[in-house]
């Protein structure tokens, strides 16, 4: 709000006040507006030349003075001289104060200036106080010490906004690479000639680099800082993605430097980089603010058009950017490049600001009324909205001050709302201070509101990269180590197949499931040791958790925490007493992204040894669903009651074991059998011995057609050696070999498998404990020696199997198998029908007597055919499955592979061990990359941490 108090003891000339939003003008008389160019320069060396007092007015009691920003005045020397003097500030209150006023002003000496003074002082303190709040004016009054009456939002400046917003720094810089993490950012964007560059010199008190076409070619960081004094002022550079500190400049310099490091980044055409240049401005009586300055959007090349919006929507799209569009007031404002794609990214406009420059160049009138209309039409908040006057091409020329300008922009202002009319609404921001201290507070609020999102994405970022970094694994070293890292990979291996193969199944088998998810039966243990429990007792605490001490373990995609809270409180009992503080002790427990946990129960314990005391806490079978839903967790507020607790000194380790009993989780669409190898081979098993009954049913050996073949057969030999009507021996043999034909196959068909059974689990057993991302010439080696061991044991059982079918040519058994086969079904002949098995129902005593003698000599060889291929069958398939198991299980996995395993590895030397264990180059510089971001996310926590415990202190302390 701009205020031309009357000038001299009684008045004479034209007063303005400001009442809520509206501005009315009393008189005709002219103002300072109408001044020539000559009268202008005279009033401003009027103003310079005199005294001025910069004051300090008092705000109103209450709620509304609790938020408001304060009110200055600037006072001639003498109320009766000819000076004129004016008013303006923040006015408002709470989060939707509208923001006006011109305050970057150089400070001067205070001066008090009584309540009972001239008229026209008076007046003045009447005109600031119907600026700042509805109160009466009678209640305000002018302090005699601008210090000792700073209002709340300064004294909240001083003691929180410098640190809140370092932090801020702090985050915005070490968490650029991380997509997923965003801290507040004033984004300042414009089209290209829009005078972006000139309000950021308002802003920064400095200047900075002009010229035609493109200037800003990178992002410019702009960390604006008070100084403490006038000696202290300077300014630091650097390249955002250097770990250099920067390099001190004077302000002069600044310029300079801009443009220098501007060609190292981008080079000295035109490119556009997205490498932000960091610039750090000590200057005293600045206001704390830290801006992005994106290059101006230009419409004349369209390829750099094109690269300067896409850089600009990257950094105007996260929810946590605050966005100043810069739009020069010649302009048809909505049609502003920059507000348009504030409107793709901030439909609502809650995050969007409007700044309208070089308004002393709107020569038509109706300047109120045209951004008054811009507000409506794009429904942006009026607060959020500001005019302001940058310094003219002519003004830099000349090198005017920017104090100067300031005071000029307050003339111009000034004209340009006289100009719209007798009756206009100024429900916007005037000035270049009004921006800032708005910015300051939207800043702040913005940072405050949005910081804990960004600790809780850098906190879940860690452990996501601390996992990731895990499966990377570490180089190995020398090789001593190499040797060691392949031993105990060896061991590790084959003494996990060993169990797979007698069923006793591992934490590493069962900890995963196919899609790398923690699977039921998982047991495994967390540790964390606490080197002095007293002073983690000691430390303050505002709520009833105190600090919190934890231990993590990535288990399957689950993270597990083991939390101890060396205060926990027990809750308030019915006397509301002072409840104790013991130490207490929690398992929590979180999920993989996209993956919903229907049902969890874990029994776990967890045990607390200080010295020789030891404190034990068991919870059997919670169901830890509903606690990874909310956050939550199970576990015990006193494992160590507090009179112990008091009592202990020295370090306390914590050990708990869990136990998951069930899991159910949403289950995917496709899932792998991931048995254990044992499981693997009896279905094979299994599978074998189906196949050999599939070859020919029962119902083949009874039907008319495995008669007629007889028949034949008979018929064939008729007339030959034997007693009459008998049917030659070798019949019966004959018929056999026949139905052999087909084992081979099935058999050569179970070899197979068995065998690409066992080469897949070693393989994927390998694949784990020989890091196969990790070290794949290794991997490849010991993959290599596995297929080539077990191609060699097939190729003998092989001939064991081919061995064994010759057996059976011989058509002989001791086997009572085979007879009592016969006796069953001849008795099940003269059961009655509904009563014998399926394939027998054709046949009975009474059909039989029916047959001639050749025809039920027919039928005998058939049950006997029967009753041998069955017999056959089970001799065939124990055999063929204990040469496998043999051959193919229990040879290579218990006798023959570890040796081998050695032998490929061991007998190289040091040099090519070392090379077989080195990373590929990608992985190296996965895990170069991945340690990097790391770190850098790490300082960020540290730097939360420290502004935690600082806070605390202060907390503390009050």
């Known amino acids: 709000s701009l205020v031309d108090a009357n000038k001299g003891t009684g008045g004479g000339k034209d007063q303005l006040q400001v009442i809520g939003t ?422 702040y609020e913005q940072i405050a509101q949005t910081l804990p999102k960004a600790r809780t994405a850098i906190y879940e970022q860690i452990d996501k990269l601390e996992s990731r970094l895990d499966k990377l694994g570490t180089p190995v070293g020398d090789a001593t180590a190499c040797r060691a890292k392949v031993m105990h990979c060896v061991e590790a291996s084959i003494s996990e197949l060993q169990n797979e193969v007698l069923g006793r199944a591992t934490a590493s088998s069962l900890d995963l499931d196919a899609d790398g998810i923690l699977s039921e039966g998982a047991s495994f243990g967390l540790s964390l040791t606490v080197d002095d429990l007293k002073a983690e007792r000691k430390k303050p605490c505002k709520d009833s958790n105190g600090p919190i001490l934890s231990a993590k373990k990535h288990v399957g995609g689950f993270r597990f925490e083991l939390q101890v809270y060396p205060q926990r409180s027990e809750k308030k009992g019915e006397d509301d007493a002072e409840p104790p503080r013991n130490v207490g002790c929690f398992l929590r427990i979180y999920a993989p992204s996209e993956t919903e946990v229907k049902s969890m129960v874990v029994t776990f314990s967890v045990v607390a040894l200080a010295g020789i005391k030891c404190f034990l806490y068991d919870i059997s079978e919670k169901d830890f669903s509903g606690q990874i839903k909310e956050g939550g967790g199970w576990g015990t507020r006193s494992l160590i009651k507090e009179s112990a607790a008091n009592a202990i000194a020295g370090p306390v380790k914590f050990e708990a074991s869990v136990f998951v009993e069930k899991l159910v989780v949403e289950q995917k669409e496709e899932e792998v059998d991931a048995a254990l190898l044992c499981a693997q081979l009896n279905t094979l098993q299994d599978e074998f011995v189906s196949s050999l009954d599939t070859l020919y049913s029962n119902h083949y050996f009874f039907s008319s057609a495995f008669r007629k073949k007889l028949g034949h057969e008979v018929s064939g030999c008729r007339g030959g050696i034997g007693l009459p009507g008998a049917i030659a021996p070798h019949v019966p043999v004959n018929i056999l070999k026949d139905l052999r034909q087909k084992l081979p196959d099935v058999v050569e068909t179970y070899r197979d498998r068995v065998k690409e059974a066992c080469v897949e689990k070693v393989d994927s057993l390998v694949d784990h404990h020989f890091e196969s991302k990790l070290y794949p010439k290794l991997n490849e080696l010991i993959s290599n020696k596995c297929t080539i061991l077990f191609d060699q044991q097939e190729d003998k059982l092989a001939d064991h199997h081919d061995l064994i079918l010759e057996w059976e040519e011989s058509v002989c058994s001791s086997n009572h198998y085979f007879m009592d086969t016969v006796q069953s079904i001849r008795s099940s002949l003269s059961d009655e029908e509904e009563d014998r098995p399926a394939y027998l129902k054709q046949l009975s005593d009474y059909k039989i007597k029916l047959m001639s003698n050749e025809d039920q000599r027919l039928v005998d060889m058939q049950i006997e055919i029967f009753a041998y291929w069955k017999l056959m069958k089970k001799r065939l398939a124990d055999y063929i499955i204990m040469s496998t198991c043999s051959e193919l299980v229990n040879k290579p996995i218990n006798i023959m592979l570890k040796p081998a395993l050695l032998e490929a590895t061991m007998s190289r030397g040091d040099k090519e061990l070392v090379k077989l264990l080195s990373a590929d180059a990608t992985i190296v510089q996965k895990r170069a990359e991945l340690a990097a971001r790391l770190e850098r996310l790490c300082k960020a926590r540290t730097s939360l941490e420290e502004y935690d415990e600082k806070m605390q202190l202060c907390w503390f302390a009050e």
């Open 22 to 443: 509206t501005r009315k003008k009393k008189t005709n008389a002219s103002s300072a507006s109408s001044k020539t160019k000559r009268e202008r320069d005279n009033y401003l060396k009027n103003i310079n030349n005199n005294n001025t007092t910069l004051q300090q007015v008092e705000l109103p009691t209450g709620n509304a003075a609790a938020s408001a920003t304060p009110a200055f005045t600037f006072a001639a020397p003498n109320a009766g001289t000819s000076s004129g003097s004016f008013a303006f500030g923040n006015t408002g209150t709470g989060t939707s104060t509208s923001s006006f006023g011109l305050l970057s002003v150089p400070p001067v000496t205070p001066r008090t200036v009584s309540a009972s003074s001239s008229p026209a002082s008076s007046k003045q303190a009447t005109t600031i106080a119907s600026s700042s709040s509805s109160s009466s004016s009678n209640n305000n009054t002018i302090p005699t010490d601008r210090s000792s009456s700073a209002t709340a939002f300064e004294s909240l400046t001083k003691e929180h906004i410098r640190p809140l917003i370092e932090l801020n720094d702090q985050i915005n810089a070490l968490t650029s690479k991380e997509n997923a993490i965003n801290a507040t950012r004033i984004v300042v964007a414009g089209d290209q000639s829009h005078g972006k560059t000139s309000l950021l010199e308002a802003l920064s008190g400095v200047d900075l680099p002009r010229g035609e076409g493109i200037q800003t070619r990178v992002p410019l960081i702009l960390q604006l800082r008070s100084a403490t004094s006038g000696n202290d002022e300077h300014a630091t550079i650097k390249i955002g993605s250097s770990v250099f500190n920067g390099e001190r400049i004077s302000l002069d310099e600044i310029a300079g430097k801009v443009r220098e490091y501007t060609n190292k980044i981008a080079g000295d055409g035109k490119e556009i980089v997205d490498d932000p240049i960091e610039l750090k401005i000590y200057r005293t009586d600045q206001d704390d603010l830290t801006l992005v300055d994106l290059p101006g959007i230009t419409r004349t090349d369209r390829r750099l058009q094109d690269m300067i919006q896409n850089m600009c929507q990257k950094y105007m799209k996260p929810e946590e950017s605050i966005l100043l569009n810069v739009v020069t007031a010649m302009v048809d404002i909505p049609t502003s490049a920059s507000l348009m794609l504030s409107r793709e990214v901030d439909a609502a406009g809650e995050r969007t600001l409007l700044c309208v420059t070089k308004v002393d160049q709107h020569k038509e009138g109706g300047l109120a009324a045209k951004i008054n209309s811009a507000i409506e039409d794009m429904q942006l908040d009026p607060n959020h909205v500001f005019a302001v006057r940058n310094r003219t091409q002519q003004e830099n020329d000349d090198a005017v001050p920017l104090d100067e300008v300031r005071q000029l922009e307050k003339l111009d202002l000034d004209r340009l709302m006289d100009e719209d009319g007798d009756e206009y609404d100024v429900a916007f921001g005037l000035g270049v201070g009004a921006l800032s201290k708005a910015l300051v507070k939207i800043q």
